[in-house]
């Protein structure tokens, strides 16, 4: 299947709004949630949350940024590369291994919240948008 240029143009646009379009959401809001970690350790609790705090708060949302990144790199690869059979095959791996991560992630976020539920243990973070 043979992609024309004109159909090329309109899908990375489409691509490209698709992206911008959360920057213009976040623009929109005068607050924007930002995780800061207190650093005052004076037992080992303090450590444990400080370190659970950089894992939920900055780790996770950056591994799954990373992961939807692949996979727009991908699809880029994949839409690019329509005469080029091998360098199309790349494309599509990089979509594949973007989705079977971010899926992991997914699955194991939800475990953990499931987990967390059965034993009563408090799994409280969940991704949001910033409230006014």
């Not at 976040?26 to 037992?43: I, L």
């Not at 400080?50 to 991908?74: D, E, N, Q």
């Not at 095959?89 to 953990?112: A, N």
Request: with cysteine; hydrophobic share 45%; proline share 4%.
């Amino acid at each position: 299947m043979k992609i024309s240029h004109t159909k090329k143009i309109f899908l990375s646009i489409f691509l490209l709004c698709g992206l911008l379009q959360t920057t213009l959401v976040y623009a929109q809001s005068p607050t924007v949630a930002t995780t800061t970690c207190s650093n005052n350790f004076t037992t080992i609790v303090d450590i444990i949350e400080y370190t659970k705090c950089v894992i939920s708060g900055l780790l996770i949302p950056l591994l799954f940024a990373v992961a939807v990144g692949v996979f727009i790199w991908g699809v880029i690869q994949y839409l690019r590369n329509t005469t080029d059979p091998k360098k199309r095959e790349e494309g599509r791996s990089f979509m594949i291994y973007g989705i079977i991560s971010l899926f992991v992630m997914v699955s194991i976020w939800g475990l953990v919240g499931f987990l967390g539920n059965t034993f009563g243990v408090s799994t409280t973070f969940v991704p949001s948008l910033p409230q006014e």
